[in-house]
């Protein structure tokens, strides 16, 4: 296992269309992370799984998104009904269960352009 | 809420300069505090980590001091390279309901000139 995988690495869509991005976790790792990353800006948290239950999923940007990791391995991420303002890189990240000091582990990312 | 604040980049700096970058948190609670680092085409990975007041965390070359006092985690390195040059972020993360969910700041990229 060589680390977080995330596909596809680029994604170009027409607005309104829905796209779907998966990550595969470091398989050991319980804990399952999603964020957003635009031009400029640091990583920003939308979504979290520890095994198969979504934990915090408040932070989802509206209702367009939502997340899945079924069977506490692989997760999916969805975007409905695009918008140009959806463009930008979204990140996986996974970790062991721990404390606050536990490190997680970031995937190269999906970039995603919305046209 | 819990936030972290970084200072605007780029920073530029000739190879073998002295680097700081500096980074200031807001948390209640007890957070453990992160440098991640981007290098071009990679994804974030790990560059040090503090988990109390006073701890100095360190790994090539870098280093950060976890101070509560002036809630802050600045990075530093005596003598940068070339291949030094990256995006750095610096991140918290404190326990909430059991929950632990690393906050990011925007980043700071470093460019070392030769």
């Known amino acids: 296992d060589t680390g977080v995988s995330q596909n596809p690495r680029h994604k170009i869509t027409k607005r309104g269309q829905n796209v779907t991005f998966r990550c595969d976790p470091i398989?050991?790792?319980?804990?399952l992370y999603w964020y957003r990353q635009t031009l400029g800006q640091g990583p920003e948290f939308l979504t979290y799984?520890?095994?198969?239950?979504?934990?915090?999923k408040s932070r989802l940007l509206s209702d367009r998104f939502s997340a899945e990791r079924p069977k506490g391995s692989f997760s999916t991420l969805e975007i409905q009904r695009t918008e140009q303002g959806d463009s930008a890189m979204y990140l996986c990240?996974?970790?062991?269960?721990?404390?606050?000091?536990?490190?997680?582990?970031f995937g190269q990312g999906t970039r995603l352009t919305v046209v | 809420g819990d936030s972290v604040t970084q200072m605007e980049g780029p920073v530029t700096l000739s190879e073998e300069a002295f680097l700081t970058i500096n980074c200031t948190y807001t948390a209640t609670g007890y957070p453990s505090l992160f440098w991640y680092v981007q290098y071009p085409g990679e994804g974030l990975q790990l560059l040090l980590k503090a988990t109390k007041a006073d701890d100095k965390g360190s790994n090539k070359g870098f280093e950060a001091t976890y101070r509560k006092e002036t809630t802050s985690f600045h990075l530093e390195k005596g003598s940068v390279q070339v291949s030094d040059s990256a995006v750095y972020f610096c991140a918290l993360s404190v326990g909430r309901g059991g929950s632990y969910i690393p906050t990011f700041g925007r980043g700071t990229s470093l460019i070392v000139h030769p």
């Open positions: 398989s050991e790792h319980n804990r």
């Open positions: 799984f520890q095994n198969e239950a979504q934990l915090e």
């Open positions: 990240a996974s970790s062991l269960i721990g404390g606050s000091d536990t490190e997680a582990f």
